[in-house]
């Protein structure tokens, strides 16, 4: 069982530092951090890299409209270097409105721009000519990186739910992150990628599976809250994160609790439609139970295929954190 943090920096970054650092201790692989309209995920990166040894950085995700391909590829030839080859470019999409109306980039064709992105990415860092003839991206004067390269691949992970990106992060990807994807459906997922990459003459590719992984212990404290608390991301992503995952939820089996959550959010009756999301969909989706019990979800996660659960890192200080992590990785 592999397991990671998601860990973004906070105004009190030194702290958030000492919990990656205890994460790193006590066996955790991977440390992510995204990025949306909040604080840039490169210096945070930074800081990770010099202060850590062991854990695998990486982004979780960054949008491929705010840089331009050839700009993260200078940033991740550095961090490579810094890191000594610890690092992994996590992309995605992002939205329309971020992207329009944060970024003031208009956001076109999302998918063949992340394809064209990885392409020039992959080609920089591996020393090559830019060379490139796209749809977006056009390039002929031959410009190489101007600064060493630690190694000639850096993995790129995708943030893909459809099937039309699914299928293309396995041509052009080496990992995947999920996002409220059913623990049923990890080999069906590996399934997809790697007969893509097949298809794509990549041959057999080793594509990790690193889905967020949403974690709630209950200690008879406060259980019905807990429950509520599981059930709020999959009500968000259902009724306010646009088409894309409500669709890919019905896809994966769950077209009665979508249906009923958001007709009932189309009546402004939003408890009936939190308690449309049901425990069984909560169960399939995310990690809830007692310590015993969660360790045993997580355990079986990984056996159905997911070879890098990442988890949010646990609030409050490092010691309280430090305890609540331990409790997950060590049994």
Not at 189 to 210: D, H
């Amino acid at each position: 069982m592999r397991l990671g943090v998601l860990a973004g920096i906070s105004s009190d970054w030194q702290t958030d530092l000492e919990k990656v650092k205890i994460a790193e201790d006590l066996g955790y692989e991977f440390v992510g951090t995204g990025e949306a309209w909040g604080a840039s995920s490169i210096p945070w990166l930074t800081a990770i890299a010099l202060n850590t040894s062991k854990i695998q950085i990486g982004t979780t995700i960054l949008n491929v409209f705010s840089r331009t391909p050839s700009a993260m590829a200078q940033d991740y030839a550095v961090l490579d270097q810094l890191s000594a080859g610890r690092m992994v470019l996590g992309l995605g999409s992002s939205g329309k409105n971020v992207i329009e109306q944060f970024h003031g980039v208009p956001f076109k064709k999302p998918l063949r721009r992340l394809r064209e992105y990885t392409e020039i990415f992959n080609s920089l860092i591996a020393g090559e000519k830019l060379e490139y003839d796209g749809d977006i991206f056009s390039m002929d004067r031959g410009f190489r990186l101007n600064y060493p390269s630690y190694r000639e691949h850096i993995p790129v992970w995708i943030a893909a739910i459809t099937p039309k990106s699914i299928a293309q992060t396995g041509e052009i990807g080496d990992g995947i992150f999920p996002i409220h994807w059913p623990k049923r459906l990890f080999e069906d997922l590996r399934g997809q990628l790697t007969g893509a990459a097949a298809q794509a003459g990549r041959g057999e590719v080793e594509m990790t599976i690193a889905p967020f992984t949403r974690v709630y212990v209950l200690d008879g404290s406060d259980d019905a809250a807990q429950w509520a608390d599981a059930r709020e991301p999959l009500h968000y992503y259902v009724n306010r994160m646009g088409t894309f995952y409500y669709e890919m939820l019905e896809r994966h089996g769950f077209e009665a609790e979508v249906g009923e959550s958001r007709a009932r959010w189309a009546e402004r009756d939003a408890e009936a439609s939190k308690a449309a999301i049901s425990e069984s969909m909560v169960r399939e989706i995310q990690v809830i139970g007692h310590i015993e019990e969660v360790r045993a979800q997580l355990a079986e996660r990984s056996a159905l295929g997911a070879d890098l659960q990442l988890i949010q890192m646990p609030p409050g200080g490092p010691g309280e954190a430090g305890r609540k992590l331990e409790e997950l990785i060590k049994g």
